[in-house]
């Protein structure tokens, strides 16, 4: 058993592994905690003291303190949970355990004292997590094992595998070869270990710790089943969460009742993450009357930069609570209304809320108070739940929504999901915009295994973690998925939760993003283990992104070797397939084609590159179809102004006129600068252009366009401005003429003498002859123009 | 100096005034002085003046009033979408390229000709011209509307369609038409019409010139005439030595091909992906594209795998055509050329 040790030799003296990265510093503290109580009482009061109110702070103005002390003394609730907060929660201050039970939840782990780890070591091999603690990373390419594999068998043995070697790292395991080929010895990360003096590993000498560590598992089953009975006797000792549940077993009987009910917060402190959005939820709550109703309103700046910032609109008459479902935005408005005494009426999704229905009781009950049995008058709260749901059938639902709160007597929440939904648009300008963020792991786990003590169900840190890692850091679903797994079990390790999650698992694929899917579907290393089912609904993310996403990285995916260009081709074979498929799906309407889509736009070419990519690069396909838009649109335009003066498809003009064209009004210009603007202006007359034109489409559309647009820029500002100048004075003249011409009915052949001075006196007669009647066409086509605009 | 290009400066605008053809010429000489016409169908390639002669028709039926032209935007309702198109006008006839709006060609061309077609012209002529460009572009709807719409309203319009290839154009519509083809010009022909207009200039066209001009211009006379005023922009004469310029698009596809046959890797594919946008994001067209590179990759490979390039090209560029985003394809045919040069080459080596 000792053995292990040995492959933690000298460096984890001075490291330290036993905390995992991220939350290393709260666990550290939990386990400080836990092993001495007494450090634990001026913690609870530190964070009382932040929490409650702020409302009794010396900083709060005045007025308000004072309508906040009484507030908050009268209500029984929310006095109560000063006790306990989150971090501290699966000791109860007043009923304490024997200090030395409580690590149970991560029974076996090695003893959290630093300075003498070498005192445990004993320790480690007995438990079912021998490695807990310990955080590993992986380099290189491995022969026998996949990196995933392994890192699974690390973490089922309860280590922590991470990305980057660090300072807390406790050992690196290495392959003989980079991925790119190299030796392991020149990566980045053994490099590093070797500065940290992290134990470093090969692979032979991992595959002996593994089987040392499952030789311990098998030797161990007494262990375990000792461990569990710990548990169980344990148990009575937890106090639950909910304040108001005296007994926990009790709980377990009385199924009747959910988890996620039974464990609701009553408080604001229970309430998980999101601290200062509650608080300030509260705060504003607490001043609704002030402000509102007295007009006291808080000198608060809320604009930035001039325009009104809703994050700090704290005088408006309604909330807008935002945020991913299962983080607590429901709960969080009832638990603030409550503590600060009113009654709520909820209205949420499964009500109908016309525009009808939204005034006639909202309306009612905005102005009015409601009085309880025992005669004491509650003020009235709305939650108005599941605001972005209000659609078709809810016409107008969110304009009388909005009429109800610029009139409104009593303070309103909303609640929704999206903040972003165009509906909350207009919404959200007349409310205290709070937007709630998913608490992070670290966050959940603890107050689930406090949880999980207190139902009786024993499970590794870092089981919990991956279910609530894979429910997307939901509370609730995770709290639900753990109440189904302990109605059978009575304890969840590593494997189990891996196993259990392919079950019962939140759809993992809505959690992936569209980078993430194609970088996945263009990693054979990930595809590899997965079910075609699995790399489908990959493509599903979005099955208009993930093509032109693989499309625009699949040739950095091929890897190196004899077979490298065929792959190449036949990806790209793949790829035109599927736009084939695209094209039928978008012209026919025949989405049943979808699948055919993904298989051919996606997995095949995934598959036959597959070497993954670091991150996928954003299709360029968007930028440069837009820009050949763009340039469809100025040869069209140019096209339609030159028409009564060339021939020639849109091809024509691009390749061959307006070179020739940009050319020979260029020339005047760059050889005689102020004197050629003459010349050049003719040009453009000529073919019906203006300079505006000439400086839009004319310049852009040369195929080297970056080169004319500086070749442009190089002339004089005086130049350019004289060449519209030149160009108005023709054009105004020609335009009076046509009007002249037009009122006296002239022949129109009579018309010319001043045109032609305008436009040039050199010419030869002949030629001018020739041109007259195209010249007189031009100021028509102008009078056209100018009249549309 | 004139302010025009010479090309436009030195149109014909009359038929007796077309420089080659002559066949042709006399068939329209013909149709002009008979008073009335049937519909048309110009075809050919581009740049042979098939436009040129369409006018120079109209003017010889109408007089020169078909040259007064003035341009016009109009709206077409289409169910909820404004459909909007600039036409030419002129008394005598509509000119306008129905293909420019793309899917909603149809409505544009049906109305147009119903409009024209229940209006009387207020010339003695009892009819009016539309002329409908690139009608190959015509979607099949359009094209289908088309032909009842010639039959209706035959009293009062006539339809001059003008295309490069006819076998776009259905064959109800080509049956309906009066089919004329104007072929490219000879070399002979491009050598008179350029030493023509040199001679107006009074420039003098170098032989050595002229030959490149023809030879580089692939008999687009348009093209040719353009080239030698470039050449004349660039060094205020003709010079004999000048090189002859190719469209900046054209240079740049031969440097993708280049790119293509020194480096067959995945990351020389994605630097001629970029290039290849590049050249799609200026409006080239990707046909154009396909037919360039293809041209100029067989040119310059083995002899043993010329057959099955060409093969590869035909095969991706009708794969593009019934796809929607022309890169792909293009990526994929020079995928599929990079790894049979590579194999090619591997074999030679051998």
């Known amino acids: 058993m000792g053995d292990i040790r040995k492959y933690f030799g000298a460096p984890i003296k001075d490291k330290e592994p036993e905390k995992p990265k991220e939350e290393s510093p709260k666990r550290k503290r939990l386990n400080k905690v836990s092993s001495k109580q007494e450090t634990k009482k001026p913690k609870i009061e530190k964070n009382t003291s932040k929490f409650f109110p702020k409302g009794q702070s010396p900083k709060a103005s005045p007025d308000y303190a004072s309508s906040a002390t009484e507030i908050i003394p009268s209500d029984e609730e929310y006095s109560r949970p000063k006790s306990p907060p989150i971090k501290t929660k699966k000791i109860s201050p007043k009923r304490e355990p024997k200090p030395k039970d409580k690590i149970d939840y991560k029974p076996k782990k090695p003893a959290p004292s630093k300075k003498k780890p070498k005192s445990e070591p004993k320790s480690i091999p007995s438990s079912s997590t021998p490695l807990q603690g310990q955080t590993f990373v992986i380099t290189g390419v491995l022969s026998n094992y996949d990196r995933n594999e392994l890192t699974d068998i690390l973490k089922s043995f309860g280590a922590k595998v991470t990305g980057n070697v660090s300072k807390r790292t406790s050992c690196l395991i290495h392959g003989d070869k980079l991925e790119d080929g190299r030796n392991f010895t020149e990566g980045n990360k053994y490099k590093t270990a070797l500065e940290n003096g992290t134990k470093i590993m090969n692979e032979e000498e991992l595959e002996h710790m593994i089987e040392d560590l499952k030789g311990n598992e098998k030797s161990s089953p007494v262990d375990q089943d000792s461990f569990n009975a710990v548990q169980v006797s344990q148990k009575p000792a937890r106090v639950p969460i909910k304040v108001s549940q005296t007994d926990a077993t009790q709980s377990l009987s009385n199924a009747s009742q959910l988890w996620v009910d039974k464990y609701k917060p009553k408080t604001i402190q229970d309430i998980l993450g999101n601290n200062k959005t509650v608080e300030k939820l509260w705060e504003w709550l607490r001043d609704w009357e002030e402000v509102v109703i007295h007009g006291n309103k808080k000198d608060v700046e809320a604009f930035s930069r001039g325009r009104l910032d809703l994050t700090l609109n704290v005088n408006a008459k309604a909330a807008l609570i935002s945020g991913p479902p299962g983080v607590g935005k429901t709960t969080a408005a009832r638990v603030v209304g409550k503590t600060l005494d009113y009654q709520i009426m909820e209205m949420n999704a499964s009500d109908f809320r016309s525009k009808k229905l939204i005034l006639d009781p909202l309306k009612a009950s905005s102005g009015n108070q409601s009085m309880t049995g025992n005669g004491t008058i509650m003020k009235n709260l709305i939650v108005m739940d599941e605001v972005d749901g209000m659609s078709a059938g809810d016409r107008g639902g969110t304009t009388a929504l909005i009429e109800v709160i610029k009139t409104t007597k009593v303070p309103i929440i909303c609640i929704c999901n999206d903040r972003q939904s165009t509906k909350l648009k207009s919404l959200a300008n007349y409310c205290y915009d709070l937007r709630f963020q998913k608490p992070n792991k670290s966050q959940i786990s603890k107050r689930l295994l406090a949880i999980m003590a207190s139902e009786g169900l024993s499970i590794e840190p870092n089981a919990l973690e991956m279910i609530i890692e894979s429910s997307g850091n939901d509370i609730r679903q995770t709290l639900t998925l753990l109440e189904m797994w302990a109605r059978t079990n009575n304890s969840m390790n590593y494997n189990q939760a891996k196993k259990g999650l392919q079950f019962i698992s939140k759809d993992s694929i809505t959690m992936v993003g569209n980078f993430d899917a194609a970088a996945k579907l263009l990693n054979n290393h990930e595809t590899r283990a997965m079910s075609h089912k699995q790399k489908i609904d990959l493509f599903f993310v979005d099955f208009d992104l993930i093509p032109l996403l693989i499309q625009e990285n699949y040739l950095s995916a091929i890897p190196q070797n004899s077979q490298t260009i065929e792959n190449m081709a036949n990806a790209a074979d793949s790829i035109a397939f599927g736009d084939l498929i695209n094209k039928q799906i978008r012209t026919n309407n025949d989405w049943t084609l979808l699948p055919q889509l993904g298989q051919a736009s996606a997995i095949e070419p995934g598959a036959l590159t597959g070497n993954g990519i670091p991150f996928p690069r954003f299709p360029e396909w968007f930028g440069k179809s837009s820009t050949q838009k763009k340039n469809e649109r100025l040869v069209q335009e140019l096209r339609s102004a030159m028409a009564g003066h060339i021939t020639g498809d849109n091809i024509t003009i691009l390749s061959e006129y307006v070179p020739l064209i940009y050319k020979m009004i260029m020339k005047p210009i760059i050889k005689h600068d102020m004197d050629g603007v003459e010349e050049a202006v003719e040009i453009i007359h000529t073919y019906g252009l203006n300079p505006d034109m000439f400086k839009d489409h004319l310049i852009q559309l040369q195929f080297d366009s970056e080169k004319s647009e500086e070749e442009f820029k190089k002339i004089p500002t005086k130049t350019k401005a004289q060449i519209t100048r030149v160009y108005n004075t023709v054009f105004k003249s020609s335009l009076k003429k046509v009007k002249k011409k037009r009122e006296e009915k002239e022949e129109k052949d009579q018309v010319d003498p001043e045109f032609a001075e305008d436009e040039n006196g050199n010419e030869e007669e002949e030629d001018e002859k020739e041109e007259e009647s195209d010249i007189e066409v031009k100021p028509t086509v102008k009078t056209v123009k100018k009249k549309k605009k | ?350």
């Open chain 2, 1 to 350: 100096m004139a302010s025009k290009l010479w090309v436009d400066k030195y149109r014909p605008l009359t038929v007796d005034q077309l420089d080659y053809h002559s066949t042709l010429s006399a068939i329209l000489e013909r149709l002009s002085t008979s008073g009335d016409l049937p519909h048309l169908l110009f075809y050919g390639p581009s740049g042979a003046g098939k436009k040129t002669r369409v006018l120079a028709l109209l003017n010889g039926v109408f007089g020169a009033g078909v040259n007064k032209v003035k341009c016009e935007v109009r709206n077409f309702k289409a169910g909820t979408v404004n459909v909007e198109i600039s036409i030419l006008q002129s008394n005598y006839h509509i000119d306008m390229t129905p293909s420019d709006v793309a899917h909603r060609d149809k409505i544009v061309v049906q109305q147009i000709i119903k409009e024209i077609g229940s209006s009387k012209n207020p010339d003695q002529r009892f009819f009016k011209v539309v002329i409908l460009n690139q009608a190959d572009y015509l979607t099949d709807e359009a094209q289908a509307a088309l032909r009842r719409t010639l039959e209706k309203y035959t009293a009062t319009t006539r339809v001059i369609l003008i295309c490069n290839s006819l076998c776009r154009v259905i064959a109800p519509l080509r049956s309906r038409c009066l089919s004329i083809r104007v072929p490219a010009p000879s070399a002979d022909d491009m050598r008179k019409v350029l030493r023509k207009i040199a001679s107006s200039e009074n420039l003098e066209l170098p032989m050595s010139l002229e030959n490149k001009l023809i030879n580089a211009s692939n008999r687009n006379i348009r093209r040719a005439i353009m080239m030698m005023q470039t050449v004349y922009i660039q060094n205020s004469r003709l010079n004999p030595d000048a090189s002859v310029p190719i469209p900046e698009w054209e240079k740049y596809l031969k440097e993708i091909a280049t790119n293509v046959l020194d480096e067959q890797t995945p990351k020389s594919l994605k630097i001629v992906r970029g290039k290849l946008y590049e050249v799609l994001a200026s409006c080239i067209p990707p046909t154009t594209v396909f037919n360039t590179l293809c041209k100029e990759l067989v040119t310059r490979s083995d002899a043993a795998i010329k057959t099955v390039v060409v093969r590869h090209a035909a095969d991706y560029e009708l794969q593009m055509k019934s796809g929607s985003k022309p890169i792909v394809h293009l990526e994929a045919f020079l995928a599929r050329f990079m790894s049979v040069y590579k194999q090619h080459s591997n074999r030679m080596n051998y």
